[in-house]
């Protein structure tokens, strides 16, 4: 053994002793078995089954509304994450005359907040055999001696805690060499047979333009010995970051551009908002305008909504006990005797009572109020019919998605405006609709037949039968139909008589087969209003929806906006707000000493007006705290005179 190996001198114990190897002590898995990332709700009543219970659901809800998001990411990225893989792979470095080959990646504004670009640039480069990639962000390398200590530690995968800015390695073999020295890396390359050393640049446009051209400098003149491969993210424009670099630097770099495509926010709330089979709460008319607003005031990435998304599903389930029913399955005796008296103070229970009373049902509202057990049923089912009936409100959103998409003279809808209002029951017998049905009114047989043909996996009752009558009398013809609704069949006949104009209506005669059209327009504007009146119903009319739909903004104001000023000075007024003490109780706006020095004293500040006197400040402040001195010395004295 030499003096610098480490040594461990291992001292078997009893069990008694030391406990048994590789376990915890009983406190510690004690305090990580009680550990739960959701608190009980109903004053603390809430059993541990329903907490843990809420916390799973919301968990398997997440995953499920998570899904079509990250595909929807993944497949719009693709295309560039690969290009740019190629083009890493495709690297000749015998031909490069000398330049570093350079990606710009035009990804827009939101490249320095979205990762996931990036990362799966990063990650798809790694799956290449002898490949170092390195990251470097800009917040972590202020110069260009950290920008070189950070490639040469993360690209030949050195231990960060390096003294003295001495390598490790060398240090132990007598060569002492710098630590931001690329001669460590150079070494690293030649042992491991390193083909490509891609350097990745999220936030390019962070860097300073004098850090890049002296890096850039300095990687060129490395070029020969390190195939370095630079990747530039850019949010504004490819002149733009150049103009940073001098044209000496430019001359260095062999440049190709990559454009990502920009998913927009409206594709990701469609994706979010049109599954037919969530798990978790749909998101209410309120929150829904709430996220879409802060994303237009605020440019943000892609994750940072997604994140929004996320937190508002995690709120529904955080802080509202009835959304563990959400779960239609959930055990009866997991549930407390205050989840039932909270159903019964809901708005759409007491509702849903009095539609029970109204229609002479006084049995079943009697045992709803008073029994669990029925109670219980009656919500299982409740929840599975309200799942329907949402679903079939977002189903009628994409078929309105679809009227509009073969109607060549009516603008679509975005899906943002159009989920708002029907979630908010704004859409029923709307000018919307009215407008969208007019229109179906006047289109061609041949455009109608489309039409039913993409309504068919709608399943709307009677269509299909309706297309089959399309479909017979179009068949033998050669040219499309029009309705009377579209044709004008009525014209203006003008006559002279005794040098007097007399105009008079005369009606042209409609073919057989554009009167039997006509009737079957009618006929499907008939089955798509009622299909559409039926379905498009308020939510809030829906029996539970406080379970079912989450439209609490509270929660969202105070995380996306918060105003700390607004809470403390609230906190500084009134204080038993929040100390909760029966002291200040009663007081109302009133100064009391029993209240907090700095609430006080506060308070007295914002009376004083513009211009404080100091001498005025302190005499009013000691008036009030000096009561309490006073009565406090004269209990201490009597309680001195009691003792002696």
């Excluded at 009377?484 to 203006?492: K, P, V």
């Amino acid at each position: 053994m030499t003096e610098y190996e480490g040594c461990y001198l291992f001292t078997p114990g009893t069990a008694q002793t030391t406990g048994q190897v590789g376990q915890r002590s009983a406190k510690r898995r004690k305090i990580q078995g009680e550990f739960q990332p959701f608190v009980p709700l109903l004053s603390g009543t809430e059993n541990s089954t329903s907490v843990q219970n809420r916390f799973n659901i919301f968990h398997n809800a997440w995953n499920v509304q998570e899904k079509p998001l990250r595909d929807l990411l993944r497949s719009s990225n693709t295309s560039a994450i690969n290009d740019v893989a190629n083009f890493v792979q495709a690297i000749d470095f015998a031909k490069t005359d000398s330049k570093i080959p350079t990606g710009l990646i035009v990804a827009g504004p939101t490249i320095a907040t979205d990762a996931g670009l990036f990362d799966s640039i990063t990650d798809q480069v790694k799956t290449r055999k002898r490949v170092a990639a390195v990251d470097l962000d800009s917040a972590q390398i202020p110069n260009l001696k950290s920008a070189l200590k950070y490639i040469n530690r993360h690209a030949s995968n050195q231990a960060p805690n390096v003294d003295d800015e001495e390598t490790t390695d060398h240090v132990q073999q007598g060569d002492r060499r710098l630590n931001y020295d690329l001669q460590t890396l150079h070494r690293h390359v030649q042992l491991h047979s390193i083909s490509r050393v891609v350097l990745s640049f999220q936030d390019s446009e962070a860097f300073e333009g004098s850090l890049l051209t002296d890096l850039i400098d300095v990687l060129s003149s490395w070029n020969d010995r390190i195939p370095f491969v630079l990747l530039f993210g850019i949010a504004t424009s490819v002149d733009m970051f150049l103009d940073k670099l001098s044209r000496a630097t430019v001359k260095r770099l062999r440049c190709g551009r990559f454009d990502v495509a920009q998913l927009e926010i409206e594709e990701i709330f469609k994706a979010a908002t049109s599954l037919e089979h969530p798990v978790g709460p749909w998101l209410g008319p309120s929150v829904s305008s709430a996220i879409l607003q802060r994303q237009k005031d605020y440019i943000q990435s892609i994750s940072a909504f997604v994140q929004a998304l996320n937190y508002v599903h995690m709120t529904h389930f955080f802080a509202n006990p009835l959304s563990v029913l959400l779960n239609h399955r959930v055990p009866r005796d997991s549930l407390d005797p205050e989840h039932y008296e909270a159903v019964r103070n809901l708005l759409s229970f007491q509702r849903f009572i009095e539609r029970l009373v109204d229609d002479g049902d006084y049995k079943i509202a009697q045992e709803l109020l008073s029994d669990d057990t029925s109670l219980y049923e009656m919500i299982q089912y409740k929840i599975r019919e309200g799942h329907n009936r949402v679903r079939a409100i977002i189903h009628a959103l994409k078929a309105i998605c679809t009227f509009q998409s073969c109607l060549a003279s009516k603008s679509v809808t975005p899906w943002s405006e159009l989920y708002i209002n029907g979630m908010s029951g704004k859409l029923q017998d709307s000018s919307l609709i009215n407008e969208t049905l007019l229109s179906i009114k006047r289109l061609p047989s041949d455009a109608l037949e489309d039409l039913l043909v993409k309504l068919s996996a709608f399943q709307i009752p009677g269509l299909f039968g309706t297309l089959k009558d399309l479909e017979s009398l179009t068949s033998p013809l050669l040219h499309p139909l029009r309705s009377s609704h579209a044709i004008h069949h009525q014209t203006l006949r003008t006559t002279v008589v005794g040098q007097k104009v007399k105009l008079s209506a005369q009606s042209s005669t409609i073919s057989p087969q554009d009167l039997a059209y006509s009737k079957i327009v009618d006929r499907t504007h008939g089955l798509v209003r009622e299909y559409l009146h039926i379905t498009l119903v308020n939510p809030a009319d829906i029996f539970l929806h406080e379970i079912l739909v989450h439209d609490l903004k509270s929660p969202l104001h105070d995380v996306f906006a918060p105003k700390p000023r607004a809470a403390v000075e609230r906190a500084l007024s009134s204080p038993h707000d929040y100390l909760g003490c029966d002291c200040c109780d009663g007081l109302g706006n009133a100064l009391s000493a029993t209240q907090p020095a700095t609430a006080v004293l506060y308070q007295l500040y914002l009376e004083s007006g513009a211009l404080v006197n100091v001498a005025d400040l302190w005499a009013a402040f000691f008036a009030i705290l000096g009561k309490r001195d006073e009565e406090g010395a004269e209990e201490e004295e009597k309680e001195q005179e009691r003792v002696l």
